[in-house]
């Protein structure tokens, strides 16, 4: 009933362990598919661990890395992983420039990882770089591990862009096979009485499901390719959304984290119950019911809910 297809991997519900340090821990993951995750992300491998912004490939020693695992480490991580699990392994690299450091999507894939995720979280605050040319150096990097690799690259993107949906075709375009919407965007906190910068990663919270189902409504019918949810996804009514939405996967890490990996069992059936009571056979029949498929003008359609919700406020009484 919940079986979904993502990358061209055959999985057995749309619930996976998103990427975060658990997916790297073998025991949890065994837990996590006994649980019903029907794949995992690992926690990424990042460009600042190889090498940094052109320089050639050189590994980090582990004092000026403050990573769970160093690159060596990582591929055997990914063979220990297959080793110990029957559903897909997802390796993640994470980075925003395209140099040396791309080559270990080969490696990700010799060592017998299921597809890549490559993530290009990228602030660009260069006053003399366009959004053109940073977007191209971002296709660059798509190209670059499309071609070194045999295996599906799904792209984890922001949705900072000024025309998303160009740019979501043209990463398709570049020959990604799927797209992870969206990375959280996280800005540090100021410590007024330290005057430091205050980095704390909070858990992310429903609310910032809206953005992602936004995109993917909006996305998903006219872009071929695979579409995951991750951020805000807390619930079996929050996947129930994405996946009407448009997505194929919806990734869970914040829900996990907090409450364990037994959440995978109690979505699942959460999931079966709500579509056995709604009359849907298949969760085929369910994706992308509420897309934007049918809207005559996307964009107008998005412009008249926008007037519709500024709209919507009533004051209240004023307060002296
Ligand atoms: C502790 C932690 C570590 C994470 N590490 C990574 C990472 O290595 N690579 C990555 O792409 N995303 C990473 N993420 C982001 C998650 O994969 C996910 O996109 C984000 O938490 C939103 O999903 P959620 O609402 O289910 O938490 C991490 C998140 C958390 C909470």
Redesign the pocket.
């Known amino acids: 009933m919940l079986r979904t297809q993502y990358l061209g991997l055959e999985l057995d519900s749309p619930l996976i362990l998103?990427?975060?340090?658990w997916s790297l821990d073998l025991d949890v993951a065994r837990r996590a598919e006994d649980a019903g995750a029907s794949a995992i992300?690992m926690?990424?491998l990042f460009e600042e661990q190889v090498c940094a912004a052109g320089e050639a490939l050189t590994v980090y020693p582990p004092e000026r890395a403050e990573f769970a695992v160093q690159p060596d480490e990582y591929l055997e991580r990914i063979a220990a992983l297959k080793s110990v699990l029957g559903i897909p392994v997802i390796a993640?690299l994470?980075g925003s420039h395209k140099n040396a450091w791309l080559s270990y999507a080969a490696l990700m894939d010799q060592a017998g990882a299921d597809a890549i995720?490559l993530?290009v979280y990228r602030v660009s605050t260069d006053f003399d770089r366009s959004a053109e040319s940073v977007e191209r150096e971002t296709l660059d990097m798509v190209r670059t591990v499309v071609e070194a690799t045999s295996i599906p690259v799904a792209v984890?993107l922001q949705p900072y862009y000024t025309s998303l949906a160009h740019f979501a075709r043209a990463v398709v375009d570049a020959g990604a096979r799927g797209l992870v919407l969206f990375?959280?965007f996280y800005q540090p906190d100021i410590d007024i009485e330290g005057l430091e910068r205050a980095p704390r990663?909070e858990?992310?919270r429903p609310s910032?499901l809206l953005l992602r189902l936004s995109w993917l409504a909006a996305l998903s019918p006219f872009v071929r390719a695979s579409f995951a949810a991750?951020?805000?996804?807390r619930s079996a009514g929050d996947v129930l959304k994405a996946v009407l939405a448009g997505a194929d996967v919806v990734?869970?890490?914040?829900?996990v984290?907090a409450h364990g990996v037994g959440r995978f069992t109690t979505i699942r059936r959460e999931l079966v119950e709500w579509m056995t009571e709604h009359g849907y056979p298949s969760l085929a029949c369910v994706r992308g019911s509420m897309n934007l498929s049918r809207a005559l003008d996307p964009a107008a359609f998005e412009r008249a809910n926008y007037l519709h919700v500024i709209n919507s406020w009533r004051a209240p009484a004023l307060r002296q």
């Open positions: 998103g990427a975060s340090p992300v926690a990424s993640s994470n995720e993530n984890k990375n959280r990663l858990l992310s910032e991750t951020g805000g996804a990734q869970l890490v914040s829900e984290l």
